[in-house]
């Protein structure tokens, strides 16, 4: 049985497990543009309270491997709260969070390195302070900010692999399902690897170029 057979042959588990993954995915990407970007920003402005505060999460985090938080969410503190929680939720707010901090200190750097003296120009050229952060600081920041932005989503894309491991149905554990079936494994994960090299590959070729065209130090005179 070739890949285009058992594609063909389980499309419908392989499209529902897709779209668990895209929703999953989409969940977290969004959680982490738009709390990320605001939490970043809160703890550029408050260095002493939330700027420390999310420096200490970011450690937390980065020293927790995201399975054992998986698990810890899923089963430890569900059972001590007296609660059951669906899986795909669980793994939601597990990723998203990783996905909020990690956006967040992105933000917070570079914002911290953003130099005063962009603004300070602005001023002396006559430009409303909106317009100075619409003109100057904006365009600058976001150019900064978007290779590491993408790089992190590709990372998380992949991070969901490790839901399979709490039960929640996306591709990759409709992947292990059908291969205890037919057990064609160099068939059905080069498949899912098509799939993840598909969308991965244009995100980290699209960071890459942002990362060669427009990054450069901006504390540079």
């Known amino acids: 049985m070739s890949v285009w057979n058992i594609i063909y042959t389980y499309k419908e588990g392989l499209f529902s497990g897709l779209l668990v993954t895209l929703g999953l995915v989409l969940i977290v990407w969004l959680s982490g543009l738009v709390f990320g970007v605001l939490f970043g920003t809160f703890a550029h402005r408050q260095k002493e309270s939330v700027g420390w505060f999310l420096k200490i999460i970011s450690f937390l985090l980065a020293s927790t491997p995201i399975l054992v938080i998986l698990f810890w969410l899923h089963y430890p503190l569900q059972a001590m709260l007296g609660i059951v929680v669906v899986p795909f939720i669980t793994a939601a ?8 901090v990690g956006v967040a200190q992105i933000v917070r750097d570079t914002l911290g390195d953003f130099p005063e003296q962009y ?25 900064q900010t978007i290779p590491q932005f993408l790089t992190l989503q590709v990372s998380m894309l992949q991070m969901t692999l490790f839901a399979s491991l709490i039960s929640v149905q996306e591709v990759f554990r409709v ?12 068939e059905i994960y080069t498949a899912l690897a098509v799939f993840f090299i598909a969308i991965c590959l244009p995100l980290n070729l699209l960071a890459y170029w942002f990362k060669n065209k427009y990054t450069r130090n901006v504390s540079e005179k």
Request: net charge positive; aromatic share 6%; hydrophobic share 50%.
């Open 93 to 100: 707010c597990a990723l998203s969070v990783v996905n909020i």
């Open 119 to 143: 603004t300070v120009a602005g001023r002396v050229c006559g430009l409303t302070e909106r317009e100075i952060f619409l003109k100057i600081e904006l365009p600058i920041i976001f150019r």
């Open 175 to 186: 992947a292990q399902q059908i291969n205890s079936i037919v057990y064609k494994p160099i």
